[in-house]
């Protein structure tokens, strides 16, 4: 019975948001530069990275959710500024929230931009919850 007690004690635990890194690729080192990290919550998986981009003022916009070979894959479009914008490196601060089916254990953001240079996806290996 008291190898039971431990198992008995995680069980009884509240569901914990856990923060994943999730990895470039091409790979990056994480720096203040290339940071990427998710968690998922009551259901919901926020995701935030930053990412550099040739100039302020770009934005990104996120397609749909498309489930690909047990995978949930997300296209991130990053656009440059409407206008003029000064052009050096400027940070890009993304921060969404999407709902994952619970049976996926992989969420890929594609990124697609008009410079070339810098990943060209973001994985993340979400953790499931404790129920």
């Known amino acids: 019975m008291r190898g039971l007690l431990p198992l008995l004690l995680l069980a009884s635990l509240p569901a914990q948001a856990d923060a994943i890194t999730c990895e470039f690729d091409p790979p990056f080192a994480v720096t203040e530069d290339?940071?990427?990290?998710?968690?998922?919550?009551?259901g919901i998986t926020r995701f935030q990275a930053t990412l550099?981009?040739?100039?302020?003022?770009?934005?990104?916009?996120?397609?749909?959710?498309?489930?690909?070979?047990?995978?949930?894959?997300?296209?991130?479009?990053?656009?440059?500024?409407?206008?003029?914008?000064?052009?050096?490196?400027d940070r890009l601060n993304l921060k969404t929230e999407l709902t994952i089916p619970p049976d996926v254990s992989t969420l890929r953001f594609r990124i697609e931009r008009h410079y070339h240079w810098g990943p060209e996806n973001i994985t993340c290996r979400l953790r499931q919850e404790i129920p």
């Open 34 to 42: 290339y940071m990427a990290e998710a968690y998922t919550q009551n």
């Open 52 to 89: 550099p981009t040739p100039s302020s003022g770009y934005r990104a916009e996120y397609g749909p959710i498309r489930l690909e070979e047990g995978e949930a894959v997300v296209t991130l479009h990053l656009l440059p500024p409407d206008g003029t914008a000064a052009a050096v490196i």
